[in-house]
């Protein structure tokens, strides 16, 4: 027999003999004197580490020697070396021996990261101590225990006559480790008293040294003492031995676990001021999550944990670190290489996946920990203890430490994960951010569209621009989680101080999934926002690909040989099966994927009609369409569910599924083991093999959850690289030919030009240009010369979508540059950029305040009096209508005004004019004015350029010149001049000043504080059940707790069959009874199964429906106050991202909650049952997890809320510059742009790293109270006066290893209910919210009313609140049917308050006869739907204009050609042909692609078709040019003569023909 095969034995898991083969052939050979084996004994393993940790230090050495540097520097470049990290290597000046010990000891990482370094080092030299004592011993042969006593003096080596006694094996061993003990305590010697750069180098090679030498002791001297037949192989040292043991323990293990790392700053010129506790703390505090618990426990102390209570950021966190490491890999600009995305992200976080692989190993290693201790455990109980070498305990601990060990693994694996996660959000958002601030925004600004037009413009010192269209980011950071995206559509300064009755809308970044697999964005902006919404949520979904590539093989594979090791053959039988059927997870995955496809198209057409009707709700509710708008939504709805039903359907199907193919496989198993292979079914084999199935059902799961999400992940990252690598440039930013550039540079004499030569622009540098929203293609063109004059006032003139804008964008690089010759040349403007918030601020713009010089801007600018009428004065925020006239206030030499006179009174424009742009503030700059009021601003102009039509200048000079050479523009002047002196003659006086308040425009969300509340989780529970809720809940609980019972029982039933073969022979046991047995139990657990979850899901159907319901008619039911101080996007949110959470997450969440803890229940009740006396424990097993949950959810409810209120700035910044780019580019804004966004970053951060981390703190924590559980039942079990069978034993363990587990499962879902009741409690609020009077039967009026337009009112009083001031005091008038009315009176005067209650949209007190009629008795619906308002800014739906003039379909095409017939339209058509208008063109949402003109005359369109006996045009002319408002007047006066007309103007021409005028001032009617 060969030597291996005496030491070994065939018995499975029991191969750890041959270690004991190995130490037994050790001591023989070292005992025969065989210097041979010295070399080959495990003590000389610490020398071995011992001589290579100095050969890599004197390596290391010689290295950093001169002369080898010196030579090294032939063949590699030169660098240039780092700067010392001031916190390490810096000498400090001290005074004294303890002053220069405290800058040590300091420099070493303080008092307690030293005093662990001293203790190791003393550590060291204790070991070497008790080496050398054993040493000395053995040389004496003074070890004398056990056998040695009874042969002392036996075996003393004889003495040579010569005197010299050479060294035996043994105390060569000896000599080697007292050699390794004294290089170890150099080291630490070293590791105390050298700079920290050495000391840091010299402690690694030590910690590895020290490690070693124990895991040989270990290995020696422990591991025999958890087996029956080994003792410890130097037992004879006796004491000694224990001594070193226990050193080793704490100097190799406990002291490197327990020691602060020392704070080392990734950026060492920027280190933190107080470093976070995850660079500081201890590994064994790392491991455990022990540096969270003063933030848990200080959230568990307080109602709410706000932001700044957090823990700092780590280094590594830091966007701005982020982006050094990772923009070289990733961003072409800072050096990267052209290739893809995802190559660039794995060199970023190579070491990370790095960590992540071998943490996967690890767990996979680990996982099988529970299946190896019950099958080692089941297997001692069967034989009685025979043939066993490990002893029972140490399996029982095994229960304990082998899952804790892998939570531990997995754990760090997440920990990781998700720190990479955070960190690729940040870093695809700044990337995404500044590349497109480098892109060209083609057909985004097509000329004549104020979206996404720029007035502002540049310089650093010498250049400004303000102008009609701006788009700044809101910078608030308020943390309410409404942060605004602003439209890039603005108007002028004093428009938006004149018009402070007009709502802020806060229009947030929408983050609902339901947009996320359909993305409807048909323009570059929208594009942009789906690349760091919708694509970086499927890229942080698809990050566990090593999962499947690592760990599900791995696993598979590891579990494949348990089976075979226990069951033989067989097991592939079971697996045969299990392939078998792997087809119809898939189908049926297949089919939910198609299924959601089509319910997320279902979702998003409920989604774009809940968003354009909140979004025109105001306009909705002045119609009078809510009824009409709350059944379009309804049905949407009924489709969307329907949809959501099949994919519930589908799933309880898959759920079945994953729930019987592993019980198939193992039935399959068994059978062929028992009936095929004769062989004997133990308790052993089956409860081990039971929770390997599991696994390997687990692993399908995977492949065919993660396989969808990766391939989603790969598109969207497909997408980013396409967006990094394919969009086109700016001409700044791209490449271009060297000897291009070179040809067309200006000379030095050209240099200080503005204006251009031979030159050619267009939005894109395509050969085919690019097409702006009404479908031409656009090039802005310039023959010859063109210069505009500096020092003096310069107009550009033209036609609508001439290119005056366009010539703007020019001179700010906008446009690609093509020349036309050789010639060719245009001279752009340098830039310069800052941040505004408040009015004040925004007229300051970054500028030192200079009061004389401000309040002259605001005397000039005509915004003294405006000021006034705001309560805030010059503190008043602005929100999405910005003041343009900053521009005046700033030094800057150059100004470009785009259109900034436009909707402004005559008055106001006239005084801006004469004060401003004549005055002293613009004496001596240069400004180019776009603007259509030639005739006003002809005074003042220096340089004219008049452009066609088709993109090209008409003429350029002097105003006389330019008038000489187009006749065009001197019959425009000539008009103009007329209505000017009409419009000069309406008079109007201020209004009183207003009391000051803080200036906010909107309503602050509320963060919410707690726990959800009963009320809001009443609303989703009883809506559950209907009618019968009770009857619902006890059916659902019932079917669901007969399910639990059923499996439980199904469990218990393998284990009694395994015991059979315990108590008969194995031929007398009927296999096919129990076989039957089983799968009747499977079957009705299953339908049970089925049946609750089906009761339960049309629960939620109905939940659903009803919620969303209530919500809609409670949104469409409020009243305008409300709507004023409520922005419109939580308005959306509610009705989509909000609704989405009850949909799904909530829904199924409040479901598995019900099922798990009845499921915890039956399993603890099983383990109670079999172990009476573990009631107690189980019972505070579960409190006690319940306990740390309850902690646990305290603290994740804040932080959850904290990372959603930091997203949301986070996207508000980036869609508000995304949708203001060339603003920002404009003002050269983009650096303060990019710091912006990343502060923002890192806010949210912040939060996120911690609410991910938080969820590592507990479930470590409920992972060891479950071990804990599972191994004191075992150790019960095994010796106490429990069970002694061991399939009752298996079935215990079985159900208490399920029930500690799910523990961790229910505090998580728990939390997830919790969390996604935020949603719930937000939507009960709105429920809750304001309500007008709803109809009611008795207030319908008669049917032929209103059959005039007769209008009598009678002390009139209104008020905006119940107890606020009067808006109107006491009017009194009457108009007769068919009368035009012209109301008149200063901003604030209450001419809109009046508009507003004729419809009693506010409070109002006194009598409004309509038609006779008392309106105060009619239903709102009626009164409003038969009045029709036409505000200044039209709002209209994204869709057709046949869509928008005939919402619901009532009209044919005749009716409505009609109406745009006598509304004007086709008087005032764009000339070309493919611009024009039909009923089947497109209107973009809000009407952005069409002018304000035509948006009025569709107004006016609309309410023909609608054939109102009332009409009110509140200022609904005061922004359009003077052609459509001759349009639209001669259509009033002649197609709507048998109309009654309120008509609230600021300009005479537009009621110099009114039957009367009526003045409103201070809020009284003076006739």
């Known amino acids: 027999m060969s030597l291996w095969s005496r030491y070994t034995d065939p018995i499975p898991w029991q191969v750890v003999l041959r270690s004991d083969a190995f130490q037994s052939l050790e001591r023989e050979l070292i005992s025969h004197g065989n210097l041979n084996a010295v070399w080959y004994s495990t003590l000389m393993i610490p020398a071995y580490f011992a001589a290579a940790s100095a050969f890599l230090l004197l390596l290391h050495l010689i290295m950093l020697s001169k002369p080898v540097k010196k030579l090294w520097s032939y063949f590699l470049p030169h660098k240039t070396e780092e700067e010392p990290t001031v916190i390490f290597d810096e000498p400090i000046t001290a005074d004294g021996f303890f002053s220069e010990a405290r800058v040590f000891i300091s420099q070493h990482g303080g008092w307690v990261i030293f005093a662990y370094k001293f203790a190791r080092f003393i550590g060291c030299l204790a070991f070497l101590g008790l080496s050398l004592a054993t040493f000395i011993l053995d040389e004496r042969g003074e070890h004398v225990t056990g056998a040695n006593k009874l042969s002392k003096g036996k075996h003393r080596r004889p003495r040579p006559s010569d005197g010299y006694i050479p060294?035996?094996?043994?105390?060569?061993?000896?000599?080697?480790?007292?050699?390794?003990?004294?290089?170890?305590?150099?080291?630490?010697?070293?590791?105390?008293?050298?700079?920290?750069?050495?000391?840091?180098?010299?402690?690694?090679?030590?910690?590895?040294?020290?490690?070693?030498?124990?895991?040989?002791?270990?290995?020696?001297?422990?591991?025999?003492?958890?087996?029956?037949?080994?003792?410890?192989?130097?037992?004879?040292?006796?004491?000694?031995?224990?001594?070193?043991?226990?050193?080793?323990?704490?100097?190799?293990?406990?002291?490197?676990?327990?020691?602060?790392?020392?704070?080392?700053?990734?950026?060492?010129?920027?280190?933190?001021?107080?470093?976070?506790?995850?660079?500081?703390?201890?590994?064994?505090?790392?491991?455990?999550?022990?540096?969270?618990?003063?933030?848990?426990?200080?959230?568990?102390?307080?109602?709410?944990?706000?932001?700044?209570?957090?823990?700092?950021?780590?280094?590594?966190?830091?966007?701005?670190?982020?982006?050094?490491k990772s923009f070289p890999h990733l961003d072409p600009f800072f050096g990267s290489r052209r290739r893809h995305i995802f190559f660039g992200l794995m060199k970023t976080f190579c070491v990370e996946y790095i960590v992540l692989s071998i943490m996967i190993v690890l767990?996979?290693?680990?996982?099988?920990?529970?299946?190896?201790?019950?099958?080692?455990?089941?297997?001692?109980?069967?034989?009685?203890?025979?043939?066993?070498?490990?002893?029972?305990?140490?399996?029982?601990?095994?229960?304990?430490?082998?899952?804790?060990?892998?939570?531990?693994?997995?754990?760090?694996?997440?920990?990781?994960?998700?720190?990479?996660?955070?960190?690729?959000?940040?870093?695809?958002?700044?990337?995404?951010?500044?590349?497109?601030?480098?892109?060209?925004?083609?057909?985004?600004?097509?000329?004549?569209?104020?979206?996404?037009?720029?007035?502002?413009?540049?310089?650093?010192?010498?250049?400004?621009?303000?102008?009609?269209?701006?788009?700044?980011?809101?910078?608030?950071?308020?943390?309410?989680?409404?942060?605004?995206?602003?439209?890039?559509?603005?108007?002028?300064?004093?428009?938006?101080?004149?018009?402070d009755k007009r709502k802020s809308q806060d229009i947030k970044e929408e983050m609902d999934n339901s947009s996320k697999q359909h993305s409807s964005a048909d323009n570059l902006v929208g594009k942009i926002n789906n690349l760091v919404t919708t694509d970086l949520s499927n890229l942080t979904d698809g990050r566990d690909f090593i999962m499947v590539a690592l760990y599900m093989p791995l696993q598979v594979g590891m579990c494949i040989w348990f089976l075979y090791e226990i069951l033989g053959w067989s097991a592939f039988a079971g697996l045969v099966v299990m392939f078998i059927l792997f087809p119809l997870p898939g189908y049926v995955a297949q089919r939910i994927q198609k299924v959601q496809a089509e319910k997320m198209h279902k979702t998003d057409a409920r989604v774009q009609t809940v968003t354009e009707t909140m979004n025109v709700l105001r306009m909705i509710k002045l119609f009078g369409w809510e009824e009409k708008l709350d059944s379009r939504i309804s049905d949407k709805r009924e489709v969307e569910l329907v949809w959501t039903w099949k994919t519930k359907i589908l799933e309880l199907v898959n759920n079945n599924l994953n729930y019987v193919i592993p019980l198939f496989t193992m039935m399959a198993s068994y059978m062929t083991f028992t009936l095929i292979m004769g062989q004997t079914l133990t308790a052993s084999k089956v409860f081990s093999s039971m929770t390997i199935f599991d696994i390997l059902r687990d692993q399908l799961n995977m492949v065919f959850f993660s396989i969808p999400r990766f391939t989603q992940a790969k598109v969207s990252l497909d997408r980013v690289n396409s967006f990094l690598s394919d969009t086109e440039l700016l001409d700044t930013h791209a490449q271009q030919d060297d000897d291009r550039v070179q040809l067309f540079v200006q000379s030095e004499g050209e240099s200080d030009l503005i204006g251009f030569r031979d030159a050619v622009f267009a939005w894109s540098n395509d050969s085919r240009g690019s097409l702006t929203p009404s479908k031409r293609k656009f090039r802005l063109r310039i023959d010859g010369e063109m210069y505009f004059q500096r020092g003096c006032f310069n107009l550009v003139v033209g036609p609508t979508g001439s290119g005056k804008t366009s010539m703007l964008m020019a001179l700010l690089g906008e446009m690609h540059f093509t020349p036309s010759g050789p010639t060719s040349w245009f001279n752009l403007l340098a830039r310069s950029w800052v941040q505004n918030e408040t009015i004040r601020a925004n007229i300051l713009f970054g500028a030192p305040y200079d009061e004389i010089r401000y309040k002259k801007v605001l005397y000039q600018c005509a915004l003294e009096r405006d000021l006034t009428l705001f309560e805030a004065g010059d503190q008043t925020e602005v929100g999405e209508k910005g003041l343009t006239l900053r521009a005046i206030y700033s030094s800057a030499n150059i100004l470009l005004l785009d259109d900034v006179l436009a909707a402004l009174d005559v008055h106001t424009s006239k005084w801006i004019v004469d004060k401003c742009f004549a005055g002293d503030l613009v004496q001596d700059r240069t400004i180019i004015l776009v603007t259509h009021n030639v005739a006003m601003a002809s005074s003042i102009a220096h340089f004219v350029v008049s452009m066609g039509s088709n993109g090209r200048i008409v003429s350029h000079g002097s105003i006389s010149e330019a008038i000489a050479k187009d006749g065009k523009l001197a019959a425009e002047m000539a008009k103009e001049q007329e209505v000017l002196a009409k419009d000069a003659q309406v008079v109007d006086t201020p209004e009183e000043p207003k009391a000051k308040s803080d200036g906010k425009l909107v309503m602050s969300e509320e963060i919410a504080v707690g726990h959800v509340s009963w009320p809001a989780f009443k609303l989703y529970l009883t809506g559950l059940g209907g009618n019968y809720p009770i009857t619902f809940w006890v059916v659902f609980l019932a079917l669901m707790g007969l399910t639990d019972f059923?499996?439980?029982?199904?469990?218990?039933?393998?284990?009694?069959?395994?015991?059979?073969?315990?108590?008969?022979?194995?031929?007398?046991?009927?296999?096919?009874?129990?076989?039957?047995?089983?799968?009747?139990?499977?079957?009705?657990?299953?339908?049970?199964?089925?049946?609750?979850?089906?009761?339960?899901?049309?629960?939620?159907?109905?939940?659903?429906?009803?919620?969303?319901?209530?919500?809609?008619?409670?949104?469409?039911?409020?009243?305008?106050?409300?709507?004023?101080?409520?922005?419109?996007?939580?308005?959306?949110?509610?009705?989509?991202?909000?609704?989405?959470?009850?949909?799904?997450?909530?829904?199924?969440?409040?479901?598995?909650?019900?099922?798990?803890?009845?499921?915890?229940?039956?399993?603890?009740?099983a383990v109670v049952v079999m172990t009476p006396v573990f009631l107690l424990p189980g019972l505070f097993i579960g409190l006690l997890g319940g306990w740390v949950g309850r902690i646990y959810m305290k603290a994740q409810l804040s932080v959850k809320r904290e990372m959603s209120n930091a997203k949301a700035p986070v996207l508000g910044h980036f869609g508000a510059a995304i949708a203001g780019l060339t603003s920002i580019r404009a003002y050269g804004a983009e650096e303060a742009f990019k710091d912006e966004s990343l502060n923002r970053i890192d806010r949210y951060t912040k939060s996120a790293r911690m609410f991910y981390?938080?969820?590592?703190?507990?479930?470590?924590?409920?992972?060891?109270?479950?071990?804990?559980?599972?191994?004191?039942?075992?150790?019960?079990?095994?010796?106490?006066?429990?069970?002694?069978?061991?399939?009752?034993?298996?079935?215990?363990?079985?159900?208490?290893?399920?029930?500690?587990?799910?523990?961790?499962?229910?505090?998580?879902?728990?939390?997830?209910?919790?969390?996604?009741?935020?949603?719930?409690?937000?939507?009960?609020?709105y429920i809750k919210i304001e309500q007008e009077p709803k109809p009611t039967e008795g207030s319908q009026p008669p049917a032929y009313w209103p059959a005039s337009g007769d209008l009598r009112v009678e002390n009139l009083s209104a008020r905006y609140s119940s107890d606020g001031p009067k808006v109107l005091q006491d009017l009194s008038f009457h108009i007769k049917s068919g009368e035009r009315v012209g109301i008149v009176g200063r901003t604030g005067s209450g001419k809109s308050s009046l508009t507003l209650s004729l419809l009693r949209c506010i409070f109002t007190e006194g009598d409004v006869y309509y038609d006779g009629i008392p309106t105060s008795g009619i239903n709102l619906n009626a009164l409003r739907s038969n009045v029709t308002i036409i505000p200044q800014i039209p709002e209209l739906l994204s869709g057709t204009l046949r869509q928008n003039l005939d919402l619901f379909d009532q009209h044919d095409d005749a009716v409505l050609y009609d109406a745009l017939r006598a509304a004007g339209l086709f008087s005032v058509q764009d000339e070309f042909e493919e611009g024009r208008l039909t009923l089947d063109s497109v209107i973009a949402s809000g009407g952005t692609n069409l002018s304000v003109g035509q948006r009025q005359i569709l107004a006016l369109a609309r309410a023909m078709v609608r054939g109102s006996k009332l009409l009110i045009l509140d200022e609904a002319t005061s922004a359009i040019d003077y052609k459509t408002d001759s349009a639209i007047q001669s259509s009033l006066r002649n197609e709507l003569n048998n109309v009654t007309q309120i008509i609230v103007a600021h300009r005479l021409q537009t009621i110099i023909d009114a039957d009367k005028i009526v003045r409103v001032r201070n809020w009284v009617i003076v006739y």
């Open 1046 to 1165: 059923v499996n439980t029982v199904q469990t218990w039933f393998l284990g009694y069959w395994a015991s059979q073969y315990e108590r008969r022979l194995p031929s007398e046991v009927d296999v096919k009874f129990y076989l039957s047995g089983y799968a009747l139990l499977m079957v009705s657990g299953c339908l049970m199964y089925s049946v609750g979850y089906y009761l339960y899901y049309r629960g939620s159907m109905r939940a659903s429906r009803t919620i969303h319901k209530k919500l809609v008619q409670s949104v469409l039911g409020t009243t305008l106050r409300w709507l004023d101080t409520t922005p419109t996007s939580r308005v959306i949110t509610r009705c989509t991202q909000d609704i989405r959470a009850i949909d799904g997450p909530f829904a199924q969440g409040i479901g598995w909650v019900v099922e798990l803890s009845l499921t915890m229940v039956v399993k603890l009740g």
């Open 167 to 324: 060294f035996s094996p043994a105390e060569w061993l000896q000599f080697a480790m007292c050699m390794t003990a004294a290089y170890a305590s150099i080291l630490g010697l070293v590791s105390v008293t050298t700079k920290p750069r050495w000391s840091r180098l010299v402690s690694n090679h030590l910690a590895t040294l020290l490690f070693a030498v124990f895991a040989v002791f270990t290995y020696r001297d422990l591991w025999p003492l958890v087996t029956f037949h080994k003792q410890p192989k130097d037992i004879e040292e006796g004491g000694l031995l224990w001594a070193k043991v226990t050193i080793l323990f704490l100097s190799s293990i406990v002291f490197p676990l327990m020691s602060p790392r020392q704070y080392v700053p990734v950026d060492p010129a920027n280190p933190a001021d107080s470093p976070h506790p995850e660079q500081t703390s201890s590994w064994l505090s790392m491991a455990l999550y022990i540096w969270l618990d003063p933030i848990v426990f200080k959230a568990y102390r307080v109602p709410h944990l706000s932001h700044e209570e957090l823990p700092p950021l780590a280094d590594h966190d830091y966007s701005r670190n982020l982006k050094k």
């Open 1253 to 1325: 981390n938080l969820n590592r703190w507990v479930c470590i924590r409920i992972e060891a109270i479950g071990g804990g559980f599972s191994a004191v039942l075992a150790a019960y079990l095994v010796y106490g006066r429990g069970v002694h069978e061991a399939s009752n034993i298996g079935f215990s363990l079985n159900m208490a290893v399920g029930f500690s587990s799910m523990i961790l499962w229910w505090i998580r879902i728990l939390n997830e209910v919790e969390v996604n009741g935020d949603s719930l409690e937000r939507i009960d609020s």
């Open 363 to 499: 767990q996979v290693l680990a996982r099988l920990a529970a299946p190896v201790g019950i099958n080692q455990l089941l297997l001692y109980v069967e034989t009685k203890g025979e043939h066993a070498i490990v002893r029972p305990w140490v399996w029982i601990s095994w229960l304990f430490l082998g899952p804790l060990a892998g939570a531990l693994a997995w754990q760090w694996y997440i920990f990781i994960a998700t720190r990479v996660l955070v960190q690729t959000e940040g870093i695809i958002t700044q990337l995404v951010f500044e590349h497109a601030l480098r892109i060209r925004m083609k057909a985004e600004l097509p000329d004549g569209k104020k979206s996404g037009e720029s007035t502002p413009s540049s310089t650093p010192d010498s250049a400004s621009v303000a102008g009609s269209s701006t788009a700044a980011a809101d910078e608030s950071t308020d943390g309410s989680g409404d942060e605004t995206l602003q439209a890039s559509t603005e108007t002028a300064s004093t428009s938006s101080t004149k018009k």
